[in-house]
């Protein structure tokens, strides 16, 4: 992680360092209130470092079905590509991986159905919505 961070020259805070060190050793995207307590860092320095990590790239925020945001580590950080199932009950996003079978799908069915478009594709992001087991039970 730190020589990802080197050239990009941002500076490398004890909280910075521990809000990182959480987003890389978790599953799943974490909200803020969660980051505070996992990083044990004060809500008012976790909210302007993550913003700093986000605009270098760093961080992502997720989008959830509620109003909490969520962050993650950015893919090409991570090297780790994964879908997202969002629980539009209670707002948990939880990671997943797709098959290679159905990636492989995904690019080259989106590859074809774009080819005449001009569209230059980067990469794809593909969410499952529904319920989570809590809120399917509960
Ligand atoms: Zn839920
Ligand atoms: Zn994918």
């Known amino acids: 992680m730190l020589q990802v961070l080197a050239p990009l020259e941002l500076r490398l805070t004890k909280h910075r360092r521990s809000l990182l060190s959480v987003l890389e050793n978790t599953s799943r995207p974490l909200t803020v209130d969660e ?3 996992s990083a044990d860092v004060p809500m008012s320095t976790a909210y302007r470092n993550l ?4 605009d270098a ?7 959830g079905a509620g ?3 969520r962050y993650e580590l950015a893919e090409r950080l991570s090297q780790r590509h994964h ?28 590859e074809a159905l774009l080819a005449t478009s001009g569209f230059e594709i ?4 593909f969410d499952v919505r529904g319920l989570c087991s809590d809120c399917v039970t509960g």
């Open 35 to 37: 980051l505070v307590v």
């Open 51 to 54: 913003a700093g990590l986000v």
């Open 57 to 63: 790239g760093i961080v992502v925020r997720v989008a």
């Open 67 to 69: 109003s909490a945001d």
């Open 83 to 110: 879908h997202h199932l969002v629980c539009t009950g209670c707002g948990l996003v939880t990671d997943f991986d797709a098959s290679s079978q159905l990636e492989k799908l995904i690019d080259v069915e989106i």
């Open 122 to 125: 980067t990469h794809h992001v």
